[in-house]
């Protein structure tokens, strides 16, 4: 796991550290020494922590004139012990709400577990965006299937095309336009 980075290739397009209205901003990074693990297993020291020992996350591209941001994630989604959505929702999504952000593209193929809880955070995060949406983009199968079988995709949009989506030879805003235009016909079916 410690040779899994976040992807890097939009940093000529944006970085969080260095965006003052990012939860991260004046974040410094170590290229030697690694930290940061998911159980016992070191992680790239470029990830970021949100105070969960299983989860950590990556925000990789916010579009604030457009109203969007693609954040990836690595580790094991637990909510049943370390409630990493309330974690996620009041430490990360509720500042970039704050910002006007009310669309989310989350990479999730480095998401290995999830194990759920209730749903209230789900449900608190779609009712703070108005008309905006989530997205869970390439989900392993087993991951996808522990989500849908406790209803989270009731408020994140996930499965089918977006399981299928390599989103790495997209630049950030045709991402977001694919993406938008999934959700666009998963909304008038």
Request: net charge negative.
């Amino acid at each position: 796991m410690h040779a899994v980075e976040p992807f890097f290739h939009w940093r000529n397009l944006y970085i969080s550290s260095e965006d003052d209205a990012s939860p991260f901003f004046g974040q410094e990074y170590s290229e030697f020494f690694f930290d940061n693990k998911v159980y016992n297993h070191l992680i790239h020291p470029q990830w970021d922590s949100m105070d969960s020992p299983t989860l950590f996350l990556k925000i990789i591209y916010v579009d604030y004139d457009s109203s969007f941001a693609i954040i990836e994630f690595i580790g094991e989604w637990n909510d049943a012990i370390e409630n990493d959505i309330m974690t996620l929702k009041r430490d990360i999504i509720d500042e970039m709400i704050k910002m006007g952000i009310t669309k989310y593209i989350l990479i999730g193929e480095n998401v290995l577990n999830f194990h759920s809880s209730d749903d209230c955070y789900y449900e608190e995060w779609m009712d703070d965006i108005d008309d905006g949406w989530i997205s869970f983009v390439n989900l392993h199968p087993h991951v996808r299937t522990e989500m849908e079988e406790v209803g989270i995709d009731q408020y994140i949009i996930l499965g089918g095309e977006m399981d299928e989506i390599d989103w790495r030879t997209y630049l950030p805003k045709q991402l977001f336009d694919y993406i938008e235009q999934i959700v666009e016909k998963r909304f008038t079916i």
